[in-house]
T-cell receptor, first 113, second 116 residues
């Protein structure tokens, strides 16, 4: 069963690039890695998803090394509205034919003016 | 707006009671997932249904049960409620079952359950 850990919190200034890492040292072969953003009392919002190497979309990049034991979410040029909690989610882990989903511990990002 | 709807938004009840939370997935999605978020436990996966059948099971208590109906909406039933069951309950949906392609989960706004 995969376990996922993240830094508890990070501070950044507007306009800077922010990198948040998630460790999933027991990820299964078929697992995808997904990142979400969550504001208080709201549901997690999808940011980006990947399986290996690098994925980029209009809001973020996701870097996954070859061993896939970690992943890094990169947010370019953050703004005050990016202040939120960021979670990684490890996709299905196959155990006796069943699936599991494991959220990371969450990283509270605070963007300062 | 993710397209996933959950009702009710808030629910206040007493210990020992039973409640039902409802979720409607995005149009076309076949999988529904339930998660619990509490301050001390973070986001915990409870259960997944795919096209009416249980597909994955996480840390769901025996007092909790869920089902997915033919129209693909899902209900999470919580019984013999305890103070510790107070939490945000999220539903998510995706098109396919776990492990098939890029199975992105889209989350609803949640139901806040308060047990007094």
């Amino acid at each position: 069963l995969a376990k996922t850990t993240q830094p508890i919190s990070m501070d950044s200034y507007e306009g800077q690039e922010v990198n948040i890492t998630c460790s999933h040292n027991n990820i299964a072969t078929n697992d995808y890695i997904t990142w979400y953003q969550q504001f208080p009392s709201q549901g997690p919002r999808f940011i980006i998803q990947g399986y290996k190497t690098k994925v980029t979309n209009e809001v973020a990049s996701l870097f996954i090394p070859a061993d896939r034991k970690s992943s890094t979410l990169s947010l370019p040029r953050v703004s005050l509205s990016d202040t939120a909690v960021y979670y990684c989610l490890v996709g299905a882990s196959f155990t006796s034919g069943t699936y599991k989903y494991i959220f990371g511990t969450g990283t509270r990002l605070k963007v300062l003016a | 707006d993710s397209g996933v709807t959950q009702t009710p938004k808030h629910l206040i009840t007493a210990t020992g009671q039973r409640v039902t939370l409802r979720c409607s997935p995005r149009s076309g999605d076949l999988s529904v997932y339930w998660y619990q978020q509490s301050l001390d436990q973070g986001l915990q996966f409870l259960i997944q249904y795919y096209n009416g059948e249980e597909r994955a099971k996480g840390n769901i208590l025996e007092r909790f049960s869920a089902q997915q109906f033919p129209d693909l909406h899902s209900e999470l039933n919580l019984s013999s409620l305890e103070l510790g069951d107070s939490a945000l309950y999220f539903c998510a949906s995706s098109y396919s079952r776990a492990g098939v392609g890029t199975d992105t989960q889209y989350f609803g706004p949640g139901t806040r359950l308060t047990v007094l």
